[in-house]
């Protein structure tokens, strides 16, 4: 499980987009709607309006028509009848002012089923109104004052005597008789279905509009989430190769058919190779087919861990490594892989060899220091009796001769004691503020004479600025003399040696450098080992005791030698005693 993001989650903006835009088009949606849904009914009104109108302009001409022509009888109930006999009409009736229906044609009316006649007649404009009939169809009634009598006119007073006559018909004697209002209802079937058309659709617009939002947001929320798994992913892909390129070892995964697929910082560097050269190719491409034995193991198809093996780099240097070989399967146990991991064992032989090397320290500090206690003693008497025969000189004349060559001979047994003694009992050292470039000058005035008496080029490089550090300047100078002597034994006349130094954050490094010999690898694995030496009159403990004091200073020593090419010893310290007791306890 890797570590929660941090990030916003944002949402997708195309699909943000997507969603305001249909609810956007849902609003519109609905006012168009609602405003063609208005407009239909004003239209149907309207239009409701004045067929009913044009109807009674009908009814009112066949009844001018039939007192023209001297008509009596049934022929207003005739017009009543034909006038309704349209499908669009539901009924056509004529009332008198008293709201008595005189005639009535189409669905069948009561008194209650019209407009009160006083309102129609109290307006010269028509009244309109909706209403149901018995089977619930809904009707638009249009009434008006019925009057078929012309405004004006040469026949008008003709027309007014017939016209009483006609409003006299169905009426008992003295009845009086008023003004009459004709109703016509109209079906509004046609409209109302094709509004309830138009209802449906925008429903159905609607639904989908609905049914885009709703698909708006399901890509909203499957955006997001693939955005999540995106970033998920990504970070995921981040931690891992993070995780993979800080491991300490080398790690390779392979496909089923030997090729590279990738490979962290470490193997890069293990084998001195870029990952986008190996990448693709076959391990061999990154191994070598003669420098390594790793590819001819994974071809044989086995598992293994911790195998060790000896890898030379393209340069010839030898890497001890140990590896190990894991198969990558999938769910269903079909092969994918393998993954190796490759621990580079350098850093840990080092350590190794410096912890063999302070136990044989120890061992033979501890013999040594019997030896010299056993051999000092006696060293004392036969350097006492040699004395005693140089005075015998006059009796034998080589006396003296054999006497200084015995004196000589115990001089330099008690210099390899006490050398023994010193690394046997070394002293702690006693730190103090210390110039480093006074250090390199003191040590150099020591050796310049004997360096320059045996003809060679001594070059001092000390630091451009004063830098001062803590440290056990005696301990320091006896280092300082046994790399220089090592150097000078080691550099035939006519040759060079530099002896420099500089400081580089919280560390003081000073070097001696050579043009001499050099050294095989086998001599430079050895070279601070005690009594090891290839001069015939070295005693072999001078080097042993630079690693000894560097060692208690909590630094290191670096060596870089090649035979015929010279050598360059570099002691690396730390500046300040805290620093020291870290490093020294890391070591």
Known sequence: MIPASHHPKRPSLPALGFILAAIILAI???????????????????????????????????????????????????????????????YVAVADASGRLLMASGEKLGNDDILPVAQVLAQEQARTRRTKDESGRTVYEVAKEFNPVLSEGAGREMMMGRWERWCGIGYEPGEQVGRRAVFVGLYTGEFEAARHEDVRQSLLMG??????????????????QTRVAKITLANMELYTRNVIDSMPAGLITLDNQGRIVSLNDQAKEIFVQPGEIAEGKLLDALTGTERCE???????????????????????????????????????????????????????????????????????????????????????????????????????????????????????????????????????????EIDLGDLLRRTARLLQDDLAARNLTFQLDPPAETVSFTADS??????????????????????????????????????VEDTGKGMTPKEQSRMFDPFFTTRKTGTGLGLAMVHQIVEQHGGRVEVESAPKKGTRVEVILPREPAQRKEIGSSA
């Open 294 to 432: 790793i590819a001819p193991l994974i071809r044989e198809g086995s598992e293994f861990v911790e195998r060790s093996i000896e890898c030379r780099r393209p340069n010839g240097e030898s890497i001890p490594v140990k590896v190990s070989a894991s198969r990558l399967t999938e769910r269903d146990g079909e092969p994918l892989g393998t993954v190796l991991v490759v621990r580079d064992l350098r850093e840990i032989k080092a350590i190794e060899e410096a912890l063999e090397r302070s136990r044989r320290h120890a061992a033979l500090g501890r013999m040594a220091a019997g030896i010299a206690h056993e051999i000092r003693n006696p060293l004392g008497s036969l350097r006492g009796f040699a004395q005693y025969f140089a005075r015998l000189g006059e009796k034998d004349p080589h006396a003296e001769e054999y006497s200084e060559l015995m004196v000589g001979e115990v001089d330099r047994l008690n210099r390899t004691i006490s050398a023994l003694l010193q690394f046997a009992r070394p002293r702690e050292p006693e730190p103090a």
């Open 474 to 511: 005696d301990l320091l100078t006896q280092v300082l003399i046994n790399l220089l002597q090592n150097a000078q034994a080691a550099t035939e006349a006519g040759g060079e040696i530099r002896l420099g130094a500089s400081a580089q954050d919280a560390e003081i490094r000073f070097w």
């Open 207 to 224: 639904g989908l509009l609905l049914l885009l939002g709703s698909t708006g947001f399901y890509f909203l929320f499957l955006s997001q």
């Open 28 to 90: 519109i949606l609905g006012v168009v709607t609602w405003r063609n849904l208005d407009r239909e009914e004003n239209l149907m009104e309207k239009f409701l309006r004045e067929e009913g109108l044009t109807l009674i302009r009908a009814f009112e001409a066949g009844a001018r028509t039939s007192m023209m022509m001297n008509l009596e009888g049934n022929s207003l109930a005739t017009l009543v009848r034909e006038t309704a006999r349209t499908d669009s009409v539901a």
